[in-house]
DNA sequence: TAGTGGTGTGAGCAGCGGCTCACAATTCTT
DNA sequence: AAGAATTGTGAGCCGCTGCTCACACCACTA
């Protein structure tokens, strides 16, 4: 619970233009190089500011590249809640999400890259807390109306809505990473060719049809039907 | 086409003791640190041998890195692929490949984590070549039998093999980081309560229910069949 | 024994980059 | 206006680490 801050108060005072040059630069390196590559003295010139400003603001590198990633999700999940509708059904959502996060994968891919690139830091240090700050959100959303859905018969009854709502969760947010980030982007050309990229139909078509049965259809139910 | 080769021809003549003390030190090493925290000196003293000579192994820092990645993937692999029975019909590997991937989450987990390292290598150099490296076997071992499992009638029929390949491969990846990664662990955690790791059979149950409908069920049986 | 070519060593070079600190400029306080 | 506090600068310190290189040892050949 503790909450930590990972900025010192100078950088509340700052200016926004400030705030703004050095968040955008930061993000704009972190994300094109990683946490240990960026370089903080060309972050410092490419905001148009000082290094010694940039610690006044921040007490180190890591701290710094936290704040960058706080910045990037939250600007991430607002693109992304922005498309959707709260009494959206189901397979609906779904739909507003592939497209909207197929249509992230161009000009603002470096906060998905930002985002791809906590996904491995490890030594307790902050994970936890991390994790919880930039999947809390999703976590909560997707079950809650996942059990709501569950509750209102536009989905099977026999599932555990904890669980499906990591595994719709896991196959968004990879696909986020396919789109985006050059290693999924390769995975995803091995498995489903070059042209991939040149037809988002097929991909909304193809997941959408999974999806729709994952969640739709119960074994019980089929073979009833099937007497 | 380029087949780089990313050891020098010293390392195929060096004894086998060195060369299994170097890769393992190196693998121990980069999956706790990644590839830029973790140190060569250190590496060299804990493979018990002299800097110079993992000079001799190696051109690089990277390259040594990715023959221990190609080592790691080529473990992870055998140790996978060795539960499932390729006669197996797709659910029943599935659920040999999800207990798998459970059981594997412990004294191998350093495999996964180096794994789940290369996954954000950027800027060109390697990463195409490298994701065919390690994703290509999957990427072509579930393509075909999920092709040959919709020839026979075992799933439906109305299915891209190669897109529904990539959703399948895409949850067990997922799974395996979930069980090993710090983030990946902490984000489970969010979507289904500390509780997941001490029941794996919750998640057997539920990923496989998640999987057969996806799989079996098409939309336009069950409309049929519902008159 | 002398020569060749490989294996193996590890002190230390060199360059990079995170971060500091002495100082200047500005704003706030009284 | 004097003093205090905060903002802002950037040259450069210094610790770290990837990698080298001069040398020793060994095996083999002739």
Chains 1, 2 share one sequence.
Do not use: W
Request: include cysteine; charged fraction near 35%; charge should be negative.
């Amino acid at each position: 619970m503790g909450e930590r801050v990972y900025h010192k108060e100078a950088f509340d005072r700052a200016k926004p233009e400030y705030r703004n040059a050095v968040l955008t630069a930061g993000i704009d390196e972190f994300s094109k190089l990683g946490l240990e590559k960026a370089n903080i003295n060309v972050i410092a010139k490419k905001a148009g500011v000082s290094v010694g400003l940039l610690y006044k603001y921040f007490e180190t590198k890591e701290d710094f590249f936290i704040t960058c990633v706080e910045e990037a999700t939250k600007t991430l999940e607002e693109i992304i809640d922005g498309v959707v509708n709260s009494d959206d059904k189901l397979l609906v959502r779904a739909e507003k999400l592939i497209r909207a996060i197929q249509a992230t994968s161009g000009a603002d891919s470096k906060y998905v890259k930002l985002y791809n690139e906590i996904t491995r830091i490890s030594g307790n240090d902050g994970a936890e807390e991390l994790a919880a700050k930039v999947e809390g959100l999703s976590a909560t959303t997707y079950r809650n109306f996942i059990e709501a859905a569950r509750k209102s018969g536009d989905i099977r009854s026999d599932c555990d809505t904890a669980m499906f709502a990591f595994f719709f969760d896991t196959l968004l947010m990879t696909l986020q990473f396919s789109y985006t980030c050059d290693y999924y982007r390769e995975r995803l050309k091995l498995f489903c060719g070059e042209d991939i990229f040149d037809d988002d139909e097929r991909m909304v078509k193809e997941l959408l049809k999974f999806l729709e049965s994952a969640f739709t259809f119960e074994h019980a139910d089929v073979k009833r039907l099937e007497r």
